[in-house]
């Protein structure tokens, strides 16, 4: 399956609490730290919700 590599680009200081819940769950933990994950619907949402925060890497 096609994976995307997502890169958290601002601080999860100051988020909402199922903000901060989403990035936790896409593996996210430091500014700069880029993450594979699969091409699913499921995490397609989550990047949705937290685009302001992320940034999806080539």
Same mark, same amino acid.
């Given at each position: ?21 989403? +990035?936790?769950? +896409? ?32």
């Amino acid at each position: 399956m096609a994976t995307i590599k997502v890169k958290q680009i601002k601080s999860r200081i100051g988020a909402p609490k199922d903000q901060k819940a989403t +990035l936790l769950a +896409l593996g996210l933990r430091k500014i700069s730290q880029v993450i594979e994950v699969e091409d699913t619907p499921s995490n397609r949402g989550m990047i949705a919700k937290v685009h302001h925060l992320v940034s999806v890497v080539d």
